[in-house]
């Protein structure tokens, strides 16, 4: 347990669906990420916010939509997505935007897009 | 370009030590890592090394830099079930432009241990 959590940890969704992933953290961060682990590509940072403003989007598609309403909370809002969107999708948090190593990583939510 | 491998499978007896082994290609690292994942679990940190060092233990895990070849390499003393997992190595860079690190993930060495 590290301290973040993300729900749902399964998820299922067609093409034409909306949903959105949510991550919360305990720890009294200021920084959280979005994190892509898919099985054909290693981990890639989506994006990062830093006292709930978004200060990093690596290029990310705008089907996907992060939202930051405070600092313990992150969603990442999925509309439209493609099959190749199938992944992990991993929630991390640090107290400041150190190094990787000061990062809580959360378990996961494994998406599926039919 | 930037660049991080590892062979993806690695079987063990358990008991063996196991030795994981990554290359980079970016000589401008600052921190070297080494990360776990278990089935359905997120990323758990293992242990890093600061690009000036060469070694690093830490009870049964062993990290060893060679900076001139650009290779990292975890070892795993004493092998049990419960190592079996997915292992990433990754490098942060930092980037002068943004004044953050820029982290690059190798695609994972599945370890598997045999009782």
């Known amino acids: 347990e590290t301290g973040v959590t993300q729900t749902p940890r399964h998820l299922v969704m067609g093409m034409t669906n909306k949903k959105s992933l949510k991550c919360e953290q305990h720890l009294g961060h200021n920084a959280m990420y979005w994190y892509k682990q898919s099985a054909k590509k290693p981990l890639e940072l989506m994006f990062v916010y830093s006292l709930e403003e978004r200060v990093e989007n690596n290029s990310v598609p705008s089907r996907f939509s992060p939202e930051c309403p405070n600092s313990s909370h992150l969603f990442l809002h999925l509309h439209t997505l493609q099959p190749e969107d199938s992944a992990l999708y991993l929630c991390?948090?640090?107290?400041?935007?150190?190094?990787?190593?000061?990062?809580?990583f959360g378990p996961g939510t494994r998406l599926t897009v039919l | 370009g930037e660049d991080v491998e590892q062979s993806l499978f690695l079987s063990v007896r358990e008991g063996d030590s196991s030795v994981i082994n990554c290359t980079y290609t970016d000589s401008s690292s600052t921190y070297l890592y080494w990360y776990k994942q278990e089935p359905g679990a997120g990323l758990q940190l293992l242990t890093y090394i600061f690009s000036n060092m060469d070694m690093k233990q830490d009870q049964r895990l062993t990290v060893l830099l060679n900076k001139k070849d650009k290779h990292l390499s975890l070892r795993i003393a004493d092998t049990q079930t419960g190592d079996s997992a997915i292992y990433f190595c990754?490098?942060?860079?930092?980037?002068?432009?943004?004044?953050?690190?820029?982290?690059?993930f190798g695609p994972g060495t599945s370890l598997s241990v045999i009782p």
């Open positions: 990754a490098e942060s860079l930092w980037i002068k432009e943004t004044s953050y690190d820029k982290v690059i």
């Open positions: 991390a948090s640090s107290q400041d935007r150190q190094g990787l190593h000061t990062q809580y």
